[in-house]
């Protein structure tokens, strides 16, 4: 059974940046893509960015789109979300997740993560 584990979020001002990380344990990291989705308060889970297997193909969602970078290190089993020039709208808890498919369907990922919490002040 995959499990994954969220590390690196904190609270950080307005234009700083912060770089989540997510290990993958108990299964393969092969053949698998993987995503990063947050939740703010009150709100669905949503979809962040999407990386492939070995990590030629990925995908982010408008608003991070510049600002934020998915990579993978398939030797260590980590995945990691650089993220650059938050923004309080950032706010959320990050969680990682794996995809038989690129994608950004929630419903199409598993092995969800716990989170880590990423809080941005203005």
């Known amino acids: 059974q995959v499990q994954l584990l969220e590390s690196g979020g904190g609270l950080v001002q307005a234009g700083g940046s912060l770089r989540l990380s997510c290990a993958v344990s108990?299964?393969?990291?092969?053949?698998?893509?993987m995503g990063w989705f947050r939740q703010a308060p009150g709100k669905e889970r949503e979809f962040v960015a999407a990386i492939t297997w070995p990590g030629s193909n990925t995908m982010y969602t408008q608003s991070v789109t510049g600002r934020f970078t998915i990579s993978r290190d398939n030797t260590k089993n980590m995945m990691y979300l650089q993220m650059n020039s938050l923004q309080p709208e950032d706010t959320a808890v990050y969680y990682c997740a794996v995809a038989k498919l690129l994608g950004r369907n929630v419903r199409d990922y598993s092995n969800w993560g716990r989170g880590t919490q990423v809080t941005v002040s203005s």
């Open positions: 108990g299964g393969t990291f092969m053949n698998v893509a």
